[in-house]
């Protein structure tokens, strides 16, 4: 995906050069001057977005696991035995160690003429690979006290890279193309690069589910992570 603004301005100025230590992906994330530009035409300024859509390959998941009694110990006891029947289910689906966070716990206001109830809670969060997506929704659907909080795609580095890579790519090759057609449409004849300012974001999307698991839930359905990259260009026409 791919968007741009422009900015034209008339007037000779000087301008820092941001140049990169090797090669496309060697870009300075902070200004290096290599001497100054003078721009003695026209300065095009343009912003340029690119962005792609990355397969993830795992799930990193957060469940809330809680109980309630009429004692603090009732509501620790209740929660160890939840939390013990979570980490059976779980820890077989999970890539690498479990998270679970010392619990809390706290006083619910009676209510209707009900007696003061104790409630205790933690989280257990870990990771989960696409073969086990649809099983741990299950898990956190079926046991009681135990809800999904989020689930996030993820996605591998390296795909990560080559992602980021194709986005730098594609945004020089747009950045050049409008400052070309602008050029031509101007009458002018010399296209320059002065400067690259780049920055770059990546958005995991949350995913959320009802307490109520379907018949099954597919990876490939879920939202998947999404990369993006923005260059500010300036360009010298002439």
């Known amino acids: 995906m791919f968007s741009a603004s422009m900015r034209l301005l008339c007037s000779p100025l000087m301008f820092g050069l941001l ?5 496309l992906m060697g870009l300075a994330s902070s200004p290096a001057h290599a001497g100054e530009l003078r721009c003695d ?9 690119e962005s792609g859509v990355l397969r993830s390959d795992r799930f990193r998941f957060s469940l809330q696991v809680e109980a309630e009694g009429k004692t603090s110990s009732a509501a620790m006891d209740q929660l160890n035995q939840r939390l013990a029947t979570v980490r059976s289910r779980v820890r077989p689906l999970s890539l690498g160690d479990l998270k679970i966070p010392a619990p809390r716990s706290y006083a619910m206001d009676g ?3 009900k007696p003061l109830l104790q409630r205790a809670f933690t989280s257990v969060s870990g990771e989960v690979g696409r073969s086990n997506y649809d099983a ?9 006290g135990v809800d999904l909080q989020g689930m996030s795609s993820r996605a591998d580095l390296a795909s990560e890279q080559q992602l980021k890579n194709q986005l730098l790519r594609r945004a020089l090759k747009q950045g050049k193309h409008q400052a070309e057609t602008t050029s031509d449409a101007l009458g002018l004849k010399q296209v320059r690069l002065l400067r690259i300012d780049q920055r770059a974001g990546r958005a995991i999307r949350p995913l959320s589910f009802s307490k109520a698991a379907s018949s099954s839930f597919n990876p490939d359905e879920a939202p998947q992570p999404r990369q993006s990259l923005t260059l500010n260009l300036d360009y010298c026409l002439s």
């Open 19 to 23: 140049v990169g230590s090797s090669g």
């Open 41 to 49: 035409g026209t300065l095009l300024q343009l912003s340029v977005r």
């Open 111 to 113: 209510n209707s003429g």
């Open 136 to 144: 741990l929704i299950q898990i956190a659907g079926r046991l009681p």
